[in-house]
């Protein structure tokens, strides 16, 4: 059974940074692509950044310079925020596709004080 656990999140202040870890298990194939999400109270989730097996990555224009994503060869993806604003408050969620099937994480709070 497939479970991505994430960890990482936490309260900073504006101007912080803050890594998060997604570990995927359950499966010996890969993953791909892998993503975070995130989603701020009263809001939709939206997409943050999202990379591939092959090191291709994305991001919402609203972090780009600021949050790095990435994945080492044990499917698990990390998110590397800098500069973190009050904006960026909000559940933060691992997210996996493997051949058909999507999965989530149970998500990680991150909240930016001013």
């Known amino acids: 059974q497939v479970q991505l656990v994430e960890s990482g999140g936490g309260l900073v202040q504006a101007g912080g940074s803050l890594r998060l870890s997604c570990a995927a298990s359950g499966s010996t194939s890969s993953f791909n692509p892998m993503a975070w999400y995130r989603q701020a109270p009263g809001k939709q989730r939206e997409l943050v950044a999202i990379?591939?097996?092959?090191?291709?990555t994305n991001y919402a224009d609203s972090v780009k310079g600021r949050f790095t994503i990435s994945r080492d060869a044990r499917n698990t993806v990390y998110l590397l925020m800098n500069s973190l604003k009050p904006e960026d408050t909000g559940v933060y969620y691992c997210?996996?596709?493997?051949?058909?099937?999507?999965?989530w994480g149970q998500g990680t709070q991150v909240t930016v004080s001013s």
């Open positions: 990379i591939d097996t092959g090191g291709s």
């Open positions: 997210n996996a596709r493997q051949y058909l099937r999507v999965y």
